[in-house]
């Protein structure tokens, strides 16, 4: 199984540091940075082993078809979402995320 995460994400994750930091909820940027590589990491080596759930009409209308949505827990007020569709090439199952949102962006859409 592998973990593929598309470019625009990874440019998310490089911003989501920055807009953490400067809307104050890390007290240092450091904090911010570390807080956003584990998210990734925690998403590249856990997806496939997390449940995942058929995403609403929003999230396929804008990210494609047959989508699924894995979360992950960061603490007590914050949950992501990882937005993925499966492939299977040659035997192998690859997880391709195609976005990637918090609870307080996108809990009204589920």
Not at 1 to 17: G, N, R, W
Request: proline fraction near 2%; aromatic fraction near 20%.
């Amino acid at each position: 199984m592998k973990v593929i995460i598309l470019p625009e994400v990874i440019d998310y994750f490089f911003e989501l540091a920055d807009i953490l930091y400067d809307k104050g909820y890390f007290g240092f940027e450091e904090s911010a940075i570390k807080y956003v590589r584990e998210l990734y990491e925690d998403i590249k080596d856990n997806l496939p082993i997390k449940a995942k759930k058929q995403a609403s009409k929003h999230f396929t209308d804008q990210y494609g078809k047959n989508l699924y949505y894995a979360t992950f827990t960061k603490n007590r007020r914050t949950q992501w979402y990882a937005f993925f569709r499966m492939y299977e090439i040659d035997g192998e199952i690859y997880y391709q995320v195609r976005h990637i949102e918090n609870n307080h962006t996108a809990a009204h859409y589920f």
